[in-house]
């Protein structure tokens, strides 16, 4: 079984940073991908940014530049430092992790709102 806890959300003003934290428990080892989607109301949920085993990562257009993924295989946990945050990048922010065996899993999500 294999569990992610979130952390770091918030209201942060335009402009602010924000980092989020998702820590792995479980059976989980040096899992092949693991990162951040995210959710607004009403679109469909979106990648963020994830980081393959090798450590190479891949960002959506939207935050390039912004945002930084950090992933620890030693904690089993992956960050997302949010820079320069605009009112779109308001969403629910869910941690993935696609683990060996193969299966995606995620987090519960945990609410980053910009707004002045």
């Known amino acids: 079984q294999v569990q992610l806890v979130e952390s770091g959300g918030g209201l942060v003003q335009p402009g602010g940073s924000l980092r989020l934290s998702c820590v792995a428990s479980?059976?989980?080892?040096?899992?092949?991908?693991m990162g951040w989607y995210r959710q607004a109301p009403g679109k469909a949920r979106e990648l963020v940014a994830a980081?393959?085993?090798?450590?190479?990562?891949n960002y959506a257009d939207s935050v390039k530049a912004r945002f930084t993924i950090f992933r620890d295989n030693h904690r089993g946990a992956v960050d997302l430092q949010m820079n320069s945050l605009k009112v779109e990048d308001t969403a629910i922010y869910y941690c993935?992790?696609?683990?060996?065996?193969?299966?995606?899993?995620w987090g519960q999500g945990t609410q980053v709102t910009v707004s002045s």
């Open positions: 980081v393959r085993a090798d450590g190479s990562p």
């Open positions: 993935n992790v696609h683990a060996n065996d193969n299966l995606h899993y």
């Open positions: 479980g059976r989980i080892f040096n899992p092949f991908v």
